[in-house]
């Protein structure tokens, strides 16, 4: 191969990807949570990380990382006071910010002991009146999580445990408390946002099993969401870009997500 | 002193405090330093100004704690402070991540510093201390965040903690003992802070103090109400969740409670009972009472006796049909089960919404007249279908929550109320809510600010308006008058719009999103038009040849 072929090839891959003139920039800024397994830590070591990693060198960018727990006013604070540019994962339909096409979709699983061979499937298992259960928490205004909702629904109230997800952020992987829960039998079973999940099963104690929670046609609670990368809203071409970026490492970002474990809904992705 | 036929105020100084910040505090006055702690959003917050009062607008010292800025990141509604105190030589106050300080008041130099609040789980000091007896009670905030809610003594002269009071959990953790002797039937019985929650959620249960406390040093009393139980979907917590919503009486020694009263039994709105008690000794029905005034996020104004705990009235001072009304006999509030919230489905026209009927703007009360100055807010809320919405790597879904102003009532008012006749001599309305407190002075006037800028005088007695200044930024402070060096009376007041209702400002919030800033988008579409972030701190003086 001569010099000028290596020249041309490097050419042409630039001008796919060639910085938007009006959208000058020579980094990936991302805003992510400096504490939080599997998603993000200020090591580099979450799947967030990696497929940002991913994005960037698609992109020909440098990478910068602005570093803010992922609480109340995280997006208000971070993408929308312009401290960053991207959100590597927010639910695709947050009116906060403008998204790309979703990337995965998780739903909130169940996780139990496999020794337990329970096997759920449904919050409307009768079994889970008489079982111990374990449910994440948020402690926002008037919102929770959906399984924590659909329990409190149904009645199931004194044979539940909350686990709120706010939790102290100095120490290692603060929100893993619940898988282990479970692993140390606290819990009989817990109800768990996928990733998170999935990830800290494979490296619990004992050995667990994680089902997604199946959604009936009368539960108005989503128990699955599309998870995408988040921009400003008035960067429609930054959010093109992305997409096209995202479609470039489709595979790559599979092979990440399989590797962290990441339990993944499929064929239902939003267009 | 002050009074009503002052003609105008001058405006004696002016004291930059921050180019955006919100000022949620009291400036108060000592020797002849005033103090001022400011809580700017985009600077490191809890900066304390002292300013000379010999040689007005100039500052003596500047103490910056440069709090942990992850409290910004945690803290609730606002990054806010309600004020610090003042206490042999030393400036109290406390930092939103978590610590109290004690300044010496001449030099400015640290003499104490305590970390009470843990602010990585979300919970945060605003809350203005108060010292009684030597000791500094302080209670923390953070409900939004699961923590438990607690009262702490700290001796005043170390800052050692020398009492601890939950409230939630077992009597002991709550220091609940023989000397408990709440008025009503059911605060009664054993380790209710437990029974009266599902298993084990009352260690996430809430029940914060981010409000005023209260001393009556004859009957050896401290009174602080009890924030919004936790989490706040009320299905998750059947029970009456004791003791959040509510009020406590203790002794300041021992921390030992002696009464509790539930305004709020399973709060379904957000109506924490926070609310300051006023204490003062009126005559009732011929009879000269001990009472407690507190006008309620709920909308009603108890005249309690602060003795025992029972309540003598319970009269709605703005728009109400969360309940219908406070049985006497019982002490209970009697429910409107039409309003109550349901999960994932859409609630319409509840009043109030949940910043309540009257958030933390103290009221002021006045011995001449014998009235309750209260200023407050007329809203209710609209609780609709679901959004979706992520924290810690956890999509979450809730009520999207709309506040708007009640149909046929201001946004704002400042009531004059007499508890004795139980009726509203005056109101004085406002376009906004009145974010700010009250002031009332011996010379008969009336005090307040307004969230778009104007820090307004009113007579006492007519609430006719006498005097008005335009200030740069809105005001949601508390106003103080103090006695100048040179004898002569003072009223100060900070600008600076914030708080929950002005983080639309602050924020640069889109209004167009009607639940921006937790449901205030609809309700204070017009406020960014009208104010700017911003603080300074105004002191007032009487024009010279003014009658004193």
Redesign the interface.
């Known amino acids: 191969m001569s010099p000028w072929q290596v020249l041309l090839v490097g050419w042409l891959a630039g001008t796919s990807t060639a910085p938007d003139p009006r959208h000058p920039q020579r980094t990936l800024r991302v805003c992510a949570?400096p504490n939080?397994l599997p998603?993000s830590n200020s090591r580099g070591e979450g799947f967030e990380n990696r497929i940002a990693e991913l994005l960037a060198a698609d992109l020909h960018l440098g990478l910068e990382y602005t570093w803010?727990?992922?609480?109340?006013?995280?997006v208000?604070?971070t993408l929308n006071a312009k401290t960053c540019d991207v959100i590597m994962?927010?639910?695709a339909?947050?009116?906060i910010a403008a998204t790309t096409r979703p990337y995965y979709r998780s739903a909130y699983v169940f996780v139990s002991r496999s020794d337990r061979n329970l096997r759920l499937r449904s919050l409307d298992d009768a079994r889970l009146k008489s079982l111990r259960v374990g449910v994440?928490?948020?402690?926002?205004?008037?919102?929770?999580?959906?399984p924590?909702?659909a329990l409190?629904?149904r009645g199931l109230?004194?044979?539940?445990?909350?686990f709120?997800?706010?939790?102290?952020?100095?120490e290692a992987n603060p929100?893993r408390n619940i898988v282990d829960a479970v692993g140390r039998g606290e819990v009989d079973v817990a109800v768990v946002?996928g990733?998170?999940a999935g990830y800290f099963a494979q490296r619990g104690a004992v050995p667990l099993r994680i089902s997604p929670v199946e959604v009936t046609s009368d539960e108005?609670?989503?128990m699955a969401?599309d998870i995408a990368v988040a921009v400003r809203k008035d960067e429609p071409l930054f959010r093109d870009r992305l997409n096209d970026a995202l479609d470039r490492n489709r595979q790559a970002i599979e092979r990440i997500l399989d590797t962290y474990g990441v339990p993944r809904l499929t064929g239902r992705l939003a267009p | 002193m002050l009074t009503p036929d002052l003609g105008v105020l001058k405006s004696e100084a002016a004291a930059a405090i921050s180019s955006a910040a919100a000022g949620c505090s009291s400036s108060f006055v000592v020797g002849i330093s005033t103090a001022a702690a400011s809580e700017p959003a985009s600077v490191p917050p809890n900066q304390v100004f002292a300013l000379d009062l010999v040689n007005p607008g100039t500052q003596k010292w500047t103490y910056k704690p440069d709090p942990v800025p992850?409290a910004?990141?945690?803290a609730?509604c606002d990054v806010v402070n309600r004020g610090g105190t003042y206490y042999d030589g030393k400036i109290i106050f406390n930092t939103l991540d978590g610590q109290t300080l004690a300044v010496d008041a001449k030099s400015g130099k640290l003499v104490w510093r305590t970390t009470l609040g843990?602010i990585?789980?979300?919970e945060t000091l605003t809350m203005a201390p108060l010292v009684v007896r030597g000791k500094v009670l302080v209670g923390d905030s953070g409900?939004?965040?699961?923590v438990r809610g607690w009262l702490t003594a700290l001796d005043a002269s170390t800052g050692k903690q020398v009492w601890r009071a939950y409230n939630t959990g077992p009597d002991t953790d709550v220091l609940i003992g023989a000397g408990f002797k709440p008025y009503y039937q059911q605060d009664r019985g054993k380790d209710l802070g437990v029974s009266s929650w599902?298993?084990?959620?009352w260690q996430?249960g809430g029940g914060t103090v981010w409000g005023f406390i209260s001393y009556d040093p004859e009957l050896d009393l401290i009174y602080y109400g009890t924030a919004n139980p936790?989490?706040?979907?009320p299905?998750?917590?059947?029970g009456d969740n004791k003791w959040t919503c509510g009020i406590f009486a203790r002794r300041p020694e021992t921390g030992e409670a002696v009464w509790f009263y539930q305004t709020s039994p399973h709060d379904l709105y957000?109506h924490d009972g926070i609310n300051e008690s006023v204490l003062v000794d009126l005559p009732v029905e011929g009879k000269m009472r001990k009472l407690l005034l507190h006008p309620g996020r709920n909308g009603y104004v108890y005249v309690m006796d602060r003795q025992s705990g029972q309540v003598l009235s319970a009269t709605p001072f703005a728009p109400i049909n969360s309940s219908k009304g406070v049985d006497l006999v019982s002490g209970k509030l009697i429910p409107n089960e039409e309003k109550k919230?349901v999960?994932?489905r859409t609630i319409r026209d509840i009043c109030p919404a949940?910043p309540g009927a009257k958030d933390w703007q103290p009221t002021a009360f006045s011995p001449q007249t014998n009235l309750l100055y209260i200023p407050h807010q007329n809203l209710c809320e609209d609780?609709e279908a679901?959004?979706?919405?992520?924290?810690?790597?956890?999509?979450?879904?809730?009520?999207n929550?709309r506040y708007y102003i009640a149909p046929g009532f201001p946004g704002g008012s400042v009531d004059a109320f007499d508890p004795i006749q139980k009726k509203k001599v005056w109101t004085v309305n406002e376009k906004l809510p009145v974010w700010s407190g009250a002031l009332a002075t011996g010379g008969g006037l009336v005090f307040y600010g307004t969230m778009d800028g104007y820090f307004k005088a009113v007579d006492a007695r007519t609430g006719k308006a006498l005097w008005q200044f335009k200030t740069g930024s809105g005001i949601i402070s508390q106003p103080t008058t103090f006695k100048g060096p040179d004898g002569n009376q003072y009223v100060a007041v900070l600008d600076g719009i914030g708080g929950w209702p002005g983080s639309v400002v602050v924020?640069q919030?889109d209004t167009r999103?009607q639940t921006a800033g937790?449901g205030w988008g609809a309700a204070m579409r017009e406020l960014e038009h009208v104010t700017r972030p911003g603080s300074t701190l105004y002191v007032f003086a009487l024009p010279p040849g003014a009658k004193p």
């Open positions: 949570d939080n998603f803010w727990a992922q609480r109340r006013g995280f208000r604070r994962g927010l639910p339909d947050m009116d994440q928490l948020v402690g926002d205004d008037g919102a929770n999580t959906p924590a909702h409190a629904q109230v004194d044979n539940v445990r909350g709120p997800v706010v939790r102290d952020f100095r929100l946002w990733p998170l108005h609670w989503p969401f | 992850a910004q990141g945690v609730c843990n990585h789980q979300g409900g939004e965040f699961g599902p298993p084990g959620r996430t936790g989490p706040w979907n299905d998750l917590r059947p957000d919230p999960s994932g949940a609780i679901l959004e979706a919405s992520y924290i810690e790597g956890t999509p979450y879904v809730g009520a929550v924020n919030l999103d937790n």
